[in-house]
T-cell receptor, first 113, second 112 residues
Framework: NAGVTQTPKFQVLKTGQSMTLQCAQD?????MYWYRQDPGMGLRLIYY???????DKGEVPNGYNVSRLNKREFSLRLESAAPSQTSVYFC????????????FGQGTRLTVV | GEDVEQSLFLSVREGDSSVINCTYT??????LYWYKQEPGAGLQLLTY?????DMKQDQRLTVLLNKKDKHLSLRIADTQTGDSAIYFC????????????FGQGTELSVKP
């Protein structure tokens, strides 16, 4: 019953460093998403993947790249971290883009100093 | 455009009803959702309403949809301290590939 698993849970980076946030789901879902959550701004969509082999930009894609490695895994990469990328990152998945429910991971709290 | 607006804070006494409001701008939305986020956790779907409905009730939760005013509300009856959380309104933009767009979230504080 793992659902959506994100790693790591916490990370501190120096400006300019790179890192990859990992996400895996075990529900055989087709669609996966990356959001960032900032105080007073709700969740903003960074990138999403409608199905294996496809990725599309969301509202705030600049500074990020994604890879849909297979049906289970969807990673988010920061090539050169900036303080503005300090945030809580959530991965989510759903059966399809038009499915009524998205399942969320526990989040990754990233601080860029 | 795609914009979902909520007030940021709501404080109620235990046992009272809570009403959390949301406005959205995209009339193409087919489904509208309420998600709950407890401290340190991800989001969980509480309930959703199809856009051709005016009201949906699920135990202590009542969702009201006013399509003319693009206004969605969530009423929690007999609010308990365990209901303290952040509540997010969200809509699915089917004309943009089904993206799920969230409001800012309303932090509900329930005082004993």
């Amino acid at each position: 019953n793992a659902g959506v698993t994100q790693t790591p849970k916490f990370q501190v980076l120096k400006t300019g460093q790179s890192m990859t946030l990992q996400c895996a789901q075990d529900m055989n879902h087709n669609s996966m998403y990356w959001y960032r959550q900032d105080p007073g701004m709700g969740l903003r969509l960074i990138y999403y993947s409608a199905s294996e082999g496809t990725t599309d930009k969301g509202e705030v894609p600049n500074g990020y790249n994604v890879s849909r490695l297979n049906k289970r895994e969807f990673s988010l990469r920061l090539e050169s971290a900036a303080p503005s990328q300090t945030s809580v990152y959530f991965c989510a998945s759903s059966e399809s883009l038009t499915d009524t429910e998205a399942f969320f991971g526990q989040g990754t709290r990233l601080t860029v100093v | 455009g795609e914009d979902v607006e909520q007030s940021l804070f709501l404080s109620v006494r235990e046992g009272d009803s809570s009403v959390i409001n949301c406005t959205y701008t995209d009339s193409s939305s087919t489904y509208l959702y309420w998600y709950k986020q407890e401290p340190g956790a991800g989001l969980q779907l509480l309930t959703y309403i199809f856009s051709n409905m005016d009201m949906k009730q699920d135990q202590r939760l009542t969702v009201l949809l006013n399509k003319k005013d693009k206004h969605l509300s969530l009423r929690i009856a007999d609010t308990q301290t365990g209901d303290s959380a952040i509540y997010f309104c969200a809509e699915t933009l089917y004309n943009q590939g089904g993206k799920l767009i969230f409001g800012q979230g309303t932090e509900l504080s329930v005082k004993p």
